[in-house]
């Protein structure tokens, strides 16, 4: 099959296009042909040797997320039969053309939904959707924070919230990215100003969930910005893992601050967010009610201009690399 694998840690430059045995599946695992593969944080940082793969995924091929057909079933399946379109979260591995996991930590595509729309779902939907209702417990008729909205979480979590009937208010860094995440249902859109915007946000509401994606100086204007027993879910570092926050603030108000990951988790508790997801977001998917944000489509030899791009931090969605 062919791969992108990380010859050594450095930037874009270091993804190379190679040949590698396909792997097999063992005992209640599937194989999958992989059509379609997403970009994500994750990916760079692992190309950088930054974030190294789990132990059970393959050290050098990065990718998160997939959509394919399965190939090739290990004893003992039931959920799934060969030719079946599924897509799915793996610790990595889907820069390439086959890839093996468990057959409950996949979900079948719903009709009409092509490889590459469907393959830019599964990391920003799951993890918006664990996040702020799994964890957070956002219900209907709160108003919800996110930030980042034109990334790719971002962009998922508007979507999922105008589900749920939530108010969204979003930041971004430039105007043009709100302006898209209106049509997508954000309520309110608020440029954030050298990282500040705690005051232009209240004066939408104030927040009971927010969706932290930038991390850095973001998390004390969540405390200033939140209100009496909000909940402040961690997910993303993008301006650094490190800032002075206001404690008091948090014993103020009686915030829950609190963070998550889905790569690093045990596989029972990933076959439990796959679970969850199957249940609650693809029905969605299949009605039309959300939808994956695409920024662009490039092939898997393009994979290093694929993350020079989201490097740049131009795009608005997911950028898809066609396997």
């Known amino acids: 099959m062919r791969a992108i694998v990380i010859s050594k840690p450095g930037g874009p430059d270091v993804l190379t296009l190679v040949d590698r045995p396909a792997p097999e599946p063992g005992r209640g695992e599937v194989r999958v042909r992989v059509r379609a593969t997403a970009i994500n944080r994750a990916d760079l940082l ?5 974030y190294p793969a789990p132990a059970d995924s393959p050290p ?46 996949v979900a079948k595509i719903p009709d009409g939904l092509s490889f590459e729309h469907a393959a830019a779902v599964p990391e920003a ?113 993008l301006a650094g893992g490190r800032n002075e926050i206001d404690l008091a603030g948090i014993l103020r108000k009686r915030l829950r601050v609190f963070g998550t990951m889905l790569r690093s988790r045990p596989l029972e508790e990933k076959l439990a967010a796959m679970r969850t997801f199957e249940a609650q977001v693809v029905p969605l998917l299949a009605r039309g009610l959300i939808a994956p944000v695409i920024d662009t489509v490039m092939d898997l030899d393009a994979a290093a201009a694929a993350h020079t791009r989201m490097a740049s931090n131009a795009g608005f969605g997911k950028i898809v690399l066609r396997v």
Do not use: W
């Open 125 to 237: 939907f799951i993890t918006a959707h664990d996040a702020m209702v799994g964890q957070a417990g956002l219900r209907g008729g709160e108003t919800l924070l996110v930030h980042a909205v034109g990334s790719g979480v971002g962009t998922a979590a508007v979507q999922l919230g105008r589900a749920l009937g939530v108010f969204v208010i979003g930041t971004a860094r430039t105007a043009d990215k709100l302006a898209r995440a209106k049509a997508l249902g954000m309520n309110a859109g608020v440029v954030a100003d050298q990282g500040r915007f705690a005051d232009a946000v209240r004066a939408h509401g104030e927040p009971n969930v927010v969706l932290e994606l930038i991390g850095g100086p973001y998390l004390d204007e969540d405390i200033r910005a939140v209100g009496v027993l909000g909940r402040i879910v961690l997910v993303g570092l």
């Open 60 to 105: 050098d091929i990065p990718g998160l997320e997939f959509a394919g057909e399965v190939d090739a079933l290990g004893d003992g399946v039931q959920r799934l039969a060969v030719g079946d379109r599924v897509f799915g979260l793996v610790g990595g591995g889907a820069y390439a053309e086959q890839l093996v996991t468990h057959e409950r930590a």
């Open 46 to 50: 692992q190309r950088m040797g930054a």
